[in-house]
């Protein structure tokens, strides 16, 4: 089975930045789509970012656009979000996501879309 572990997260003040990491295994992490998600209290869970080993596309949220970079190294089969210039409004359980390699960017918004998913990682951002 594939498993994914998210790692990172902590608190931080406004203004502060955390990388969040997403370690993969039980298969060749090159093939999947990955999807970094974030679930505030109360709120239904929400993409932030994705990127889709079919087209090679990654998609940034607007609301976290040049505020966060996903990058991937196939080598460590990680995922890793850099998430700059946090706000209190970030403060979330964030979740790491595979999927098949045939997802495109467009449907990778849909948490169902998703086979894996990692425990989450709490990120808290104090005023």
């Known amino acids: 089975d594939v498993q994914l572990q998210a ?3 902590g608190l931080v003040r406004a203004g502060g930045s ?3 990491s997403c370690v993969t295994s039980g298969r060749a ?3 999947d789509a990955i999807g970094w998600f974030h679930q505030a209290p109360g709120k239904e869970r929400e993409r932030v970012s994705c990127f889709s080993s079919s087209s090679g596309e990654v998609y940034y949220e607007d609301s976290v656009k040049g505020q966060f970079t996903i990058s991937r190294d ?3 089969n990680t995922i ?5 210039s946090l706000e209190p409004e970030d403060t979330a359980v964030y979740y790491c996501a ?3 390699a045939s997802l495109i960017v467009s449907s990778m918004s849909t948490p169902s879309r998703y086979d894996y998913w ?7 951002v104090s005023s």
Do not use: A, I
Not at 80 to 84: A, C, P, R, S, T
Not at 118 to 123: H, I, N, P, Q
């Open 7 to 9: 790692s990172g997260g």
């Open 18 to 20: 955390l990388t969040l």
């Open 29 to 31: 992490h090159d093939e």
């Open 74 to 76: 196939n080598v460590k």
């Open 80 to 84: 890793n979000l850099q998430m700059n």
């Open 98 to 100: 595979s999927g098949p």
């Open 118 to 124: 990692g425990r989450g990682t709490l990120v808290t």
